[in-house]
């Protein structure tokens, strides 16, 4: 087994390293500044690397330290959480879940019911993922990102989910009033964007209606609210298998055309592979595959 530092110096460190201040670090922990530095110093010498670096009176973690912070922000999370259980196994476990937007209102809201059924010790936070952003905030257990995720698989754990089929979807007014036959009658409807480039409905058009000029465009830069501008009968938008599931089911929306393309991206599950120890993020892990599979 691995010798590790001792508990206190790698605490006194945390506190040190988070407050950027080893006066503030003394209060926090209620010693002295001269033990806080006495602390810093002697893991600087177990590790052979200086920690932090002064600047006027204040101290600043170096790389390398920045980076066992945020190691030690989660190992003692887990302690914590850990220790909890053990004082009162009926305690509900915490999990914070980060999705994006668009996913989080067209699709995952609506089952998480069925979660809390199952597994009513679980008390879930959600907190908005940005569409760009790979990697899970510091205070995150498990993000459901759009993308590849992160390279580091030392470091993270990555589920990529099935891969997307973009494809036309409007309100049942709308298919009815101006008729949707052929991918040409797109020229005289508004065609809604969730881009900013268009590049999404630009594939589309390309592979399946080459040369059509719709009437207008809107741009809304957000899935769910171009979704929801679509069941509103303002235009024509591009729906997903996934996002546009519960809208197509109730009718909402429906696709004129069958025709799809390939995206380019897909969702991932990502965590730090620390927190998957933790049984809560296995439980939602499980849970959210298998709702996949049942959509």
Known sequence: MRRLPSLTALRTFECAARHAHFGRAAAELCVTDSAVSHQIRQLEEQLGTPLFVRVGRQVRPTPQARRLLHSLQQAFELIGDACDELRDPGSQAQLRIAVTAELAQKWLLGRLADFGERHPQITLHLYEQPLEQAVPGEEIDLAVSYGTGPEDASTYFVRPLPALEFFPVCSPGLFNQLPLKHPRDLARHCLLHDDQDGKTWSAWLSTHAAGVQPARHLYLGHA??????????????????????????????????????????????????????????????GWFIDQLEDR
Not at 234 to 247: F, K, P, R, Y
Not at 254 to 277: I, K, M
């Open 224 to 285: 769910g609210l171009t979704l929801e501008a679509a069941a509103q009968g303002q235009g024509v938008a591009i729906g997903d298998n996934l996002t546009s599931a519960e809208d197509l089911a109730s009718g909402r929306l429906v696709r004129p055309f069958a025709a799809s393309v390939a995206s380019l991206g897909q969702y991932a599950l990502v965590c730090e592979r620390l927190r998957l120890d933790k049984p809560a993020v296995a439980q939602f892990i």
